[in-house]
């Protein structure tokens, strides 16, 4: 049995076919009368059809007896002549999925004003695709139509109900759409649609298609609504396109009674007035003009362009004529409209120094046989445009002095004298222009031969065109090198050029492959050895091990590869395993070139240093390579200053060390090839830039026999350590040369409130998730002048933290204390302090970092709901620099631990020597105990080991015991009443 649904996609599949079959627009097309019928609703009553004829009924919910798909032709049966689209008709057919059609078709469509189906007019009060009902609550669907009313006043009515939108599921009693609807044809042409559409539960939804459409789809007049709102059948408006339709679901039908009105426009009759006042103004080739609607008021003009010498025809009554070029009016159409401006600019067809004339005619043409032309005296207007710009200028053919440049013939008429212009200039501005720029010339020249240039120089061209009223705008600057001058050496770190596709000038690459996935060299700041740029070699599926895969990076061009004289020294780096750097000779810049291995090198992961010494080359090659092979297809090797160099006879160093970094310098060792030390020793040089020193520099000379040197005295920042051999006073080695930092540091007293979002200078926090934070958070807002601070979120899954501080110093006195104000708080609002949270360690460091001191411990200490300062001692600490560290560990609870205000300072301290003669501190050395004898009364006192580390602390005394202390020296602080504190050092035996 075939099956209903075979039938559904077999509908669909057809219409699909006819929906493809598209009809193409004309330049002029005979009047669309349907576009023209006004339109307007109203809210009226839906009265079924009395007496009618039935033209179908269904006898079944599915299969054939079922109105679905189904067209029923009715041959004479109107009896009048309805007048549609400028044709008279009797007959019809009438579709169960909702519309009208005249003519010979009888395809069904569900979108039939926007199909390409041929009809000779369409009346769609409700096009979808529609099924009836049957039996659903008593509810069958059916079509009839009946004539009503008397002559002059006859309707023919065709009348579909109890439809539905198709739904892959059956109506039910529960859910469907219940929609009558009635297309009403008048003997005087007009139409009505009126409605009275219902549903039940949640039927499923459709897209209706209202309207009319004469013989093509581009002949409509149709309603939409957008989005799906319960206004969207009283809210319709006019479609913009002939497939637009209305959103219809059981929540937004159409009100019972609802009526769509469609008026058959009135007859044409020509304007009686012409526009007047046409005024054309030109920007550069663009025209605009303007003119004085004619009055009374036509609704539609007509501009018509003439190149000078050409006059327009009349243009043809009943015809809609589209902007371009048109044959049969002799003329370009520049715009056919409402608007009383138009612009007409290189899309409209307007070329440059053309004298152009606008002629405007007046248009009805939202009436019957229209549009109509008034023809008689068009207002008329001439202007002459400025030449258009010369486009597509081309250099080429560069040496070391001269290059050429070319351009096609430009765009522009003959109204007015014209010149050529071409500018050539150094710099993008143009205000270093070579000799005899600018270049005059005329229309007919098209190139031009620039020379007496320099070599290696890029040139900046332009053009424009000049007539004697005005000239065009500059044509876009293009630019070209001349070649470069072969050279004799070279040193390229490639830090001066910028972008990953561009190389230093004069310099090249060949990339080739046999397995389509080309391989790249490419700038960039990837792993440089010396900041900002390098060369990466990416195999980028290449395979890398064949012969015909090429990643060579090419030399300028040199002059003396074949002297002996000369080397080649670089530094190189891989990312897998296997790859190889190849030096090679090559005869030129492109794929062709021969190539000649010279020597094949290893590299590592790591810089290193290669120097190939090219000695035994006898060969015609004119350029050096540096080219990559080997390792995997996805992997990187990167390359680094290259220097061409003449081969010195006092060999560089094997190698230079950076040994360790201090605050104001660096600890550098170095050593000779085969230990051979230099007959005179060594110089060396420390700057701030990775560019080899000049000899006028002054340099630190070292004795034969040196093997390191501490560089001192230094300020914060990163600097390059030169050094080379002296063989002899006239003989010295290359420069060998590596990069240090000083460890920062910052002097006392100190202070940082963590004022902004950046981190500080030389601060640390540690690898995530152990990491403190920056900024303003919940509870853990800052404390003092701004809400920044430092603060880390400790939980169930993040457990400890860590940060320090940069290095503080040197304390010059024996009073300096570090405070901080630190505070912690629940994750949660209103962020009250936990009982039991944690702690943290304070320490301190006195060799930047290496080794750790605890100076204090804060353990689960009860919040305040502010932050709480904590102070500590740092008279152990005198005359070294200091470096902080908070060790945080959870215990319990999600709280954020939040830090702020750090400092160091000089303390309300006092020496003993100041108060001696009030105070006395004896036996020193002590073996067990110390005796205090004061005239002002001890309020308490604090003993430290000379790590800082607290081991004691008291009251009110006379003596404090040194007992089950280590022997060794002990720092003791000492708080008097009178707002004094003595510090002094003990010697335990």
């Not at 070294?880 to 830090?899: E, H, M, P, Y």
């Amino acid at each position: 049995m075939i099956t209903t649904q075979f039938f559904r996609l077999l509908k669909r599949s057809k219409l699909s076919m006819a929906g493809a079959l598209v009809l193409s627009g004309w330049a002029s097309m005979n009047a669309q009368i349907v576009s023209y019928y006004s339109f307007s609703q109203n809210q009226g009553t839906y009265t079924p059809l009395s007496v009618a004829t039935n033209i179908a009924t269904a006898t079944a919910s599915t299969g054939t007896g079922l109105l679905d798909e189904n067209v029923y032709t009715l041959n004479d049966v109107i009896p009048f002549s309805f007048p549609f689209n400028g044709t008279a008709f009797n007959s019809v057919k009438v579709h169960a999925n909702g519309f009208i059609s005249f003519g010979s078709t009888t395809s069904s469509s569900t979108d039939p004003i926007g199909s390409g189906i041929s009809y000779s007019g369409v009346i769609s009060p409700l096009s979808a695709d529609l099924e009836s009902l049957f039996n659903i609550n008593g509810l069958t669907g059916s079509i009839d139509y009946a004539v009503t009313g008397s002559t002059p006043n006859r309707e023919f009515v065709v009348q579909w109900s109890h439809f539905r939108p198709y739904g892959a599921s059956p109506a039910t009693a529960a859910s469907h759409h219940d929609w009558d609807f009635q297309a009403r044809l008048h003997e005087n042409g007009s139409i009505k649609y009126v409605y009275s559409m219902n549903s039940q539960g949640t039927p499923s939804a459709t897209n209706a298609k209202v309207g009319l459409r004469g013989t093509s789809s581009s002949d409509y007049n149709n309603r939409t609504a957008s989005g799906n709102a319960t206004s969207n059948w009283n809210n319709t408006v006019a479609g913009s396109n002939s497939s637009a339709g209305i959103a219809s679901n059981y929540s937004f039908l159409a009100a019972q009674g609802l009526t769509f009105n469609w008026t058959v426009p009135t007859p044409c009759i020509a304007p009686a007035a012409q526009p007047s006042n046409l005024a054309l103004t030109n920007t550069g080739i663009i025209i605009n003009g303007s003119f004085t609607a004619s009055s009374p008021a036509a609704d539609k003009y007509l501009i018509l362009r003439n190149v000078n010498g050409t006059a327009p025809n009349t243009p043809t009554n009943g015809t809609v004529y589209t902007t371009g070029e048109n044959t049969s009016l002799n003329a370009y159409v520049a715009y056919y409209g409402a608007n009383t401006t138009f612009e007409n600019n290189y899309n409209h067809g307007i070329r440059g120094n053309n004298q152009y004339t606008y002629t405007v005619y007046a248009v009805n043409s939202n009436c019957t046989n229209g549009p109509l032309y008034n023809t008689q005296n068009p207002v008329s207007s001439s202007i002459t445009n400025c030449p258009i710009p010369v486009n597509g200028i081309t250099p080429s053919n560069a040496n070391t002095n001269s290059f050429n440049v070319t351009w096609p013939v430009t765009e522009n008429g003959s109204a007015l004298p014209i010149n050529t212009v071409i500018e050539v200039a150094s710099d993008s501005n143009f205000t270093s222009m070579v000799a005899g720029s600018p270049f005059t010339l005329g229309t007919s020249t098209l190139s031009q031969h620039i020379a007496g240039l320099q070599p290696n120089t890029q040139y900046f061209i332009r053009g424009k065109s000049v007539s004697t009223q005005c000239q065009s705008s500059y044509s876009s600057t293009v630019s070209i090198y001349t070649t470069c001058t072969p050279v004799s050496s070279f040193y390229e770190s490639f830090d001066s050029v910028s972008g990953t596709n561009n190389l230093p000038n004069c310099w090249g690459k060949i990339l080739t492959s046999n397995n389509g996935s080309t391989p790249t060299i490419s700038l960039t700041t990837t792993d440089a050895n010396s900041s900002p740029n390098n060369i990466s070699f990416y195999g980028n599926g290449a395979t890398t091990t064949e012969a015909a895969t090429k990643m060579i990076l090419v030399s300028p061009e040199l002059t003396n590869i074949s002297s002996g004289t000369h080397r080649l020294r670089f530094k190189a780096r891989r990312t897998s395993a296997d790859i190889k750097v190849q030096i090679v000779a090559l005869t030129g810049t492109t794929s062709s070139a021969n190539v000649e291995i010279i020597e094949t090198i290893p590299l590592t992961t790591t810089y290193q240093e290669y120097v190939v010494y090219i000695n035994n080359y006898s060969g015609a090659a004119d350029h050096l390579g540096i080219r990559r092979v080997d390792g995997s297809t996805w992997s990187y090797m990167y390359v680094d200053d290259v220097i061409w160099e003449p081969a010195p006879s006092c060999t560089e160093l094997s190698s230079v060390t950076l040994n360790a970094e201090t605050y104001n310098g660096a600890n550098i060792s170095w050593t000779n090839v085969n230990n051979q030390q230099p007959a005179s020793g060594y110089e060396y040089f420390v700057s701030t830039v990775n560019t080899p020193p000049a000899d006028t520099n002054p340099f630190v000379t070292l004795t034969s026999g040196t093997t390191s040197v501490a560089v001192s005295g230094l300020s914060n920042g990163t600097y390059y350590f030169w050094i080379r051999r002296i063989c002899s006073p006239g003989e010295k080695s290359p420069w060998k040369t590596v990069a240090f930092s000083t460890i920062p540091t910052t002097p006392a007293p100190w202070k940082e409130e963590f004022m902004t979002t950046t981190f500080p200078q030389g601060w640390t926090t540690g690898t995530s998730p152990q990491s403190f934070a920056l900024g303003a958070e919940r509870g853990a807002t800052g404390n003092g002048t701004t809400a920044t601070n430092l603060y880390k979120n400790l939980y169930g899954n993040s457990t400890t933290g860590t940060f320090s501080s940069i290095n503080v110093g040197p304390l010059n006195a024996a009073n300096y204390e570090l405070s901080f104000s630190y505070k912690q708080t629940n994750y949660n609002s209103p962020f009250a302090q936990l009982p039991t949270w944690g702690n943290f360690d304070v320490q301190i460091s006195t060799d930047f970092g290496t080794t750790w001191t605890t100076i204090g411990t804060v353990n689960n200490e009860p919040g305040t709901g502010n932050y709480i300062k904590k102070t500590y001692s740092l008279a152990a600490y005198q005359n070294q620099f200091v470096k902080v560290r908070i060790n945080a560990n959870r215990t319990a609870g999600d709280f954020d631990l939040s830090f702020d205000n750090f400092e160091i300072k000089a303390g309300n301290l006092s020496t003993l020597e100041t108060v001696k003669d009030q105070l006395r501190i004896y036996p020193n050395p002590a073996v067990s105990f110390v005796k205090i004898d004061s005239k002002e009364k001890i309020k308490s006192f604090e003993l430290y080991t000379i790590s800082g580390q607290l081991v004691k602390t008291g009251g009110q005394v006379q003596e404090v015991s040194l007992e089950h202390l280590a022997s060794g020296i002990y720092i003791l602080k000492l708080a008097l009443d009178n707002g004094q504190t003595v510090i002094h050092k003990i010697i335990k035996q």
